[in-house]
């Protein structure tokens, strides 16, 4: 009796587990199949190096690319040094139990859970009306140039909302240098200083790596934070400097579906636009993944 | 008795509340080899770490009493951990290379120390893998990883590592204990010839080891250092039964 129950139960655990499997993969393969035979008509490398023509109805994403790839990159360069130097201290200085470390980590994970949206307000209200008007009033005499959303501060927004996966990630590959190497250096008179600089970052550049693709991808596909912050309906030129509006992919598939003059026209558009966006967000996840199990191999 | 290299007066030390070493007392003689022997956890490592001062990575470690090498307490408030680290090397139970080449896991030590000089690298690259009783088995693959050294070549490359720096005295904590009995072999053979120039403490949980390379024995039990003298008359004549017991297998 017992036995026939305990039967049923396994059976019917390996029931809904599996199915909980097929549902998701399921839901991937329709967005998947979806987005690429919508979009399959419009997607070639023409499409991919245009700029949009009349009135975005036709022509390529170009600029969206481009502005895409423009903010990843600077928010790399503000998230990855400011996320190291962060875990740097969380775990070769920072007592593990002190209030000071509890408290950053506890603001970290704050930050993880903050809604993207609430971003985008705080850079429009930290780095565009106060820091950038700021600046135009102390150095350029009120000429509007800082003061207003670009890709700088959209960028530095980003890092902002990125900075949690940077920081967890660098941390965790640190923590993953072994104790026995930082007592070699240690013993042979080696500074806590020298110890770190030698051993536990060239031993955790793997690490470092994983948490900026990992967070590139996460801010590929960001948009909330953007609207406020430098995204561009449409623009005729590329950013040349840091204080230009510029077009992003995320933003360019939401303006296309919902203030288009011809929605359903576009569609093909749209769908190779989104069909683009996931290309690009799922690469870097998958570099990310394959980096993050190489390092964890090597450890072994 | 020889000379007096480390002396240690009174030293007690306590890992939060619990009391690891209590009131240890003991001489040890220079440009000899001096075994610590007792049952697992019973402080010998501990010990070993207050004498290059490891513990102090250990934030719940307390320590009273005084560690003087040479004369001077290393416990004293001036002084520099770092230097008293180059002066007092270190060999770990388990073999740790660096993921660097041989030859930089050698040269690791003089770099930090500000010798850049190709030349002078070189040299005591050289001089400390010959030491080390390695360098005719690496000397044509200096620039390979050190990781693709056998265990016991590891072993041995991380005593060259620490000769490097030119210290006084070597702590071993049990460096050959993951070792097959041919490289044991080796490192026995090299801490023989080691004791020429330097001061060696080992920790040893091989009684055989201990006899064997050896020349004076430190019985630890439970924290407390029950009894220190000569390898031969620990072995062969020990005055507390305790010791006896251990030594003959009868606990521990």
Known sequence: MMKTFTKIKGALIIGITGLSVMV???????ILVVVIIGGKSQFSWEFLTSFPQDGMTKGGIFPAIYGTVL????????????????????????????????TIRFAIRTLAVVPSIIFGLFGLGFFIKFVGAGMDNAFLGGRLVWGQPNILWASLTM?????????????ESMKTVPRELREASLALGATKWQTIRKVVL?????????????????????VAPLLFTGAAYYLATLPSTLHDQFMVLGYHI?????????????????????????????????IGVVLRSQIRRKQK | MKEIKIKIKDLTLHYGQKLALNNICLEIPDRRVTALIGPSGCGKSTFLRTLNRMNDLIPSARISGEVLIDELNIYDRNIDVVNL???????FQKSNPFSKSIYENVAYGPRINGINERKVLDEIVETSLKRAAIWNEVKDRLRDSALGLSGGQQQRLCIARTLSVNPDVILMDEPASALDPLSTSKIEELIHQLKEQYTIVIVTHNMQQAARVSDYTAFFYLGELIEFGKTKTIFTNPTIKQTEDYITGRFG
Request: charged share 10%.
């Open chain 2, 85 to 91: 680290r180059k002066r007092v090397g270190m060999v």
């Open chain 1, 254 to 286: 939401y303006i296309m579906s919902t203030q288009s003059a011809n929605v359903d026209q576009t569609l093909p558009i749209q769908f190779a636009t989104t069909l683009v966006l996931l290309l690009l967000t799922f690469i870097l996840n998958l």
């Open chain 1, 24 to 30: 998701i993969l399921g839901i991937i393969a329709i």
């Open chain 1, 202 to 222: 060239p031993g955790s550049v793997s690490g470092i790596l994983t948490g900026s693709i990992l967070a590139v991808g996460r801010g590929a596909g960001e």
């Open chain 1, 159 to 171: 890092s902002l909302l990125t900075l949690p996966v940077v920081i967890v990630s660098v941390e």
């Open chain 1, 71 to 102: 903010l990843v990159l600077i928010m790399s360069v503000a998230a990855v040094p400011f996320g190291t130097i962060t875990a740097l201290y969380l775990t070769e200085y920072a007592k593990e139990n002190s209030w000071i470390a509890k």
